[in-house]
Nanobody
Framework: EVQLQASGGGLVQAGGSLRLSCGASGFTFDDYVIGWFRQVPGKEHEGVSCIRSSDGSTYYADSVKGRFTISSDNAKNTVYLQMNSLKPEDTSVYYC???????????????WGQGTLVTVSS
């Protein structure tokens, strides 16, 4: 059974940092792209970042470039999203997902974890 477990959300002041983790099981980790998405009520999922662990390719949305860093620990089947210099507009529920296409498009991802809430206070 494919499972993705996102964790690490919380409340932080603007300018602060959080590290999200996405633990994966039930599939061959190296064969998949892991993406981080965020969603606020009433809006579509926004692609934040993704990583293809087989070759280390990464993508960042312009809104997070230079502040967020995605990384992969293949031995632990875990992907991390280090979020620095957080802004109130980063407040959202963050989801991780797995797919075979290297893309920011949420519809291309096959498996989704539950969300973890990130709240950035001003």
């Amino acid at each position: 059974e494919v499972q993705l477990q996102a964790s690490g959300g919380g409340l932080v002041q603007a300018g602060g940092s959080l590290r999200l983790s996405c633990g994966a099981s039930g599939f061959t980790f190296d064969d998949y792209v892991i993406g981080w998405f965020r969603q606020v009520p009433g809006k579509e999922h926004e692609g934040v970042s993704c990583i293809r662990s087989s070759d280390g390719s990464t993508y960042y949305a312009d809104s997070v470039k230079g502040r967020f860093t995605i990384s992969s620990d293949n031995a632990k089947n875990t992907v991390y999203l280090q979020m620095n210099s957080l802004k109130p507009e980063d407040t959202s529920v963050y989801y991780c997902a797995a797919g075979v296409v290297f893309t920011r498009e949420p519809k291309e991802y096959d498996y989704w974890g539950q969300g973890t809430l990130v709240t950035v206070s001003s």
